[in-house]
C-alpha cells in the first residue's frame, strides 16, 4: 500500500486555518536574539564524580565512557539553546554540502522549544532549509490541530517560521487507527529510502537518519519508549504503535529503538532538575533493576547530550 504521509504533510503546510494556530502572533525572525560566542576559559573541575573541562564560559563537558556519548552541561537553558542551534546547523550544512538532503527527526516535548534559536538570525539565512526532509521520533495519534500533537508543537515553535519545503515535511496521517499509522509512516520511511532521499545503515538495513533531536521524559522515556513497556524491545519493525501510553494520550506511535540507534547524529536535550535522577541513571554507571529506554540509546554515529545545570545536578 502507498504511504499517504507525504502528500498529506503538504496539506499540513495550510494548518493555520485552525483557529489555535490562527490565534497565534506572527514573530519576525530579528526578535531571535543569538547571544555572542562563550569567552573561551578553561577550568577544569575535580568535583563531579565524572571527569569535567570547562570550555566555554558557561559550558562544561563532562567525559564518560564512549558508548555514552559526549556530555555538554550548560549554567542554563538559555545558553543550551544557542549551543543546540549552531550544533544542529553545523550539522545540517555539512550534510547539505555532501547530500542533496537532510533527514532530521523532532520529538516533541520540551525539546521543540529548545530549538528556538534555530529559527533567528543567523541560521534563518545561513541555514540552506530547501534540503531539509523533517520528521517525527514519535507522534500522539491525535488530529493535527490537538493540542497534544507534536506536529501542531512543532509547526507552531519552528515549521512556521522557517522556509523547509512543505514536502519535504512527514507528518503521521491522523485519519488511520494507531496501527495504520504506524504501518503508513514505516511505509513513507521505506519509499524515502528507495528513492534515496533518506539512507539506510549498511549494518542493520534501518534506516538511517542524519540527526535524531531528542527529548527524555522524567521517567527516562525517550520517543514513545516508555520504561517496562514491551515496544521498547520491538526489535524488527521500524515504526510500531502503543494504545497504553502511561502518559497521555494512551495511543500514540514511535520509531523502535534499531531505528533510533541506526542514527548518524543523536543529540539528547534534557533540562530541568525533574530530569536530573534519570540523567544519573543514564549517565554513570551505577545498576538499576529496570533499564529505563533512555539507556539503550547507542547510535552507530554520534551521541551528544545537552544538559542544563539542574538536570546534570546528580551527576
Ligand atoms: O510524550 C512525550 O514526552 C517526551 C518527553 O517530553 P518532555 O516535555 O518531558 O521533554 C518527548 O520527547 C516525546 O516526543 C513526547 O511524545
Known sequence: MASTCR????NLRTLPNSSFIRSLPYIPSRFFAVKPAFSSLKLNSNSSRFSCRRTKASMAEIVTPKSKGKVKVFDTEEDLAVSLA???????????QERSSFTVVF????LV????KLVGQPYIDSVDWSKWHVFWVDERVVPKDHPDSNYLLAYTE???????????????NDALSAEGAADDYETCLKHLVQTKILDQSHSTNFPKFDLMLMGMGPDGHIASLFPGHP?????EKWVSFIK????????RISFTLPVINSSANVALVVAGAGKASAVHTALSDVSNSEVLPVQLVEPEGELTWFLDKEAASKL
Do not use: C, M
Request: hydrophobic share 35%; net charge neutral; charged share 20%.
Open 7 to 10: 502528500a498529506l504533510s503538504a
Open 86 to 96: 549552531e550544533y544542529t546547523a553545523d550539522l545540517a550544512n555539512k550534510v547539505s
Open 107 to 110: 520529538s516533541g516535548g520540551s
Open 113 to 116: 522549544k529548545s530549538l528556538r
Open 158 to 172: 519552528f515549521l512556521s517560521k522557517v522556509p523547509i519545503p512543505t514536502g519535504h515535511v512527514y507528518a503521521i
Open 231 to 235: 515496544l521498547v524491545q520491538e526489535n
Open 244 to 251: 497504553d501510553s502511561p502518559k497521555p494520550p494512551p495511543e
